[in-house]
């Protein structure tokens, strides 16, 4: 076990004048434990995500949602996708979310490396730089030579000591990287790459006006953008994705989704009779707001649940771990977040945590490092 001291104190020597000796970090981030696992659960996963990218990428799929699309089809994707699974009995993954700005990205990689964990057929920042050059040639633009790190307030996330990483590792590669705030993005940017963190998903907010001209006119690439996830991460997908016309085509994919339903008019009563079978979920929203267990939400609550914009998911319990930590052995629920570009998985972070969603309050808890058995 490792503590976030001590990985600050990597950082800052990884990184000369990274600043993080200034920085606090949340003492509950980073568990510093590391977690075993099958090899056959990393084979599931790696299946599951080249079948599900494989269907994104199908015609049908795409004129299944273009009548929905709120912009025109873009051609390139999101560099800091990720799949978030609980385990079943049998370890075998089960869907609970899709982020296509998924956080700990950069820091997960430096954490893997810190705890000196590999995750085979992965090349780190080599590889994620040239998935970046992938999104910007996909867009016919030659090379990135300027970019952007884009969040609302970047200096009071909690994370900013990512952008502070990601920021050092582009500017190893020669580029240069400015942290912003989304309302100093005007629309007349020169930058060639935006990485975009910013949770105003589809930017209707009058904060991302810049960034939304940037994207409709095409000036700069960013990634990921408002369309990528339309077709990936909108919650109203995990149901699509289970609508007949395309279940032959993920064939035992289709074993990872769970049950998801959205809450309509003709079905909110139904819902609510079985509510103990689910977890109800804003559609377009991100980490636990507005999150509720079937089980435990009031009829008055329930009845406040927008139609159309609320997702009724069969409920999947974490799975749960015993480790050991400086307070002696603790027993916690985790998720695993894997991150993954285009059709290809790339490493996996677990989430340790008590209560009845992830989050970072749990002494002990927070991303911890995942090894695969490969025997």
Do not use: C, F, Q, Y
């Given at each position: 076990m490792t503590s976030p001291e001590a990985f600050l104190k990597y950082l800052n020597a990884r990184y000369p004048n990274l600043g993080a000796s200034g920085l606090s970090i949340n003492p509950h981030l980073i568990s510093g434990q590391k977690i075993t696992l099958p090899g056959q659960t990393w084979t599931q996963i790696q299946n599951f995500v080249q079948k599900i990218f494989a269907l994104r990428q199908s015609a049908e799929y795409r004129d299944f949602l273009k009548p929905q699309a709120p912009f025109p089809e873009q051609k390139n994707y999101a560099i800091a996708m990720s799949y978030d699974f609980h385990l079943d009995a049998n370890l075998k993954p089960k869907l609970i979310e899709v982020n296509t700005n998924a956080s700990f990205l950069f820091l997960g990689h430096e954490l893997n490396q810190f705890l000196q964990v590999e995750t085979p057929g992965f090349s780190g920042f080599t590889e994620?730089?040239?998935?970046?050059?992938?999104?910007?040639?996909?867009?016919?633009?030659?090379?990135?030579?300027?970019?952007?790190?884009?969040?609302d307030q970047p200096e009071q996330q909690k994370l900013y000591l990512e952008f502070l990483v990601a920021q050092k590792v582009f500017q190893d590669l020669g580029w240069t990287a400015d942290i912003k705030d989304r309302r100093q993005i005007l629309g007349t940017e020169n930058y060639d790459f935006i990485y975009n963190r910013c949770t105003d998903f589809y930017f209707t907010e009058p904060e991302s006006a810049g960034l939304k001209e940037l994207y409709v006119k095409n000036k700069s690439c960013l990634s990921p953008h408002p369309m990528e996830y339309f077709m990936m991460a909108d919650k109203r997908r995990m149901g699509d994705w289970l609508n007949p016309i395309f279940t032959n085509q993920l064939g035992a994919a289709v074993d990872v989704i769970p049950k998801s339903f959205v809450i309509t008019e003709s079905n909110r009563d139904q819902i609510w009779t079985e509510r103990k079978k689910y977890f109800l979920k804003p559609t377009t929203q991100f980490g636990s707001k507005r999150v509720y267990k079937g089980e435990s939400i009031s009829r008055k609550t329930y009845e406040l649940l927008e139609n159309n914009l609320f997702l009724a998911q069969e409920l999947l319990p974490a799975p749960e771990v015993t480790v050991e930590t400086a307070g002696g052995a603790h027993k916690f629920k985790y998720d695993l977040r894997v991150y993954a570009y285009q059709g290809k998985a790339q490493f996996a972070m677990a989430r340790l945590y008590n209560g009845q969603v992830t989050n970072a309050q749990t002494p002990f808890g927070g991303f911890a490092a995942v090894e695969f058995n490969r025997k």
């Open positions: 994620i730089a040239e998935n970046m050059r992938s999104e910007i040639r996909l867009l016919g633009k030659p090379e990135i030579k300027t970019l952007a790190i884009v969040d």
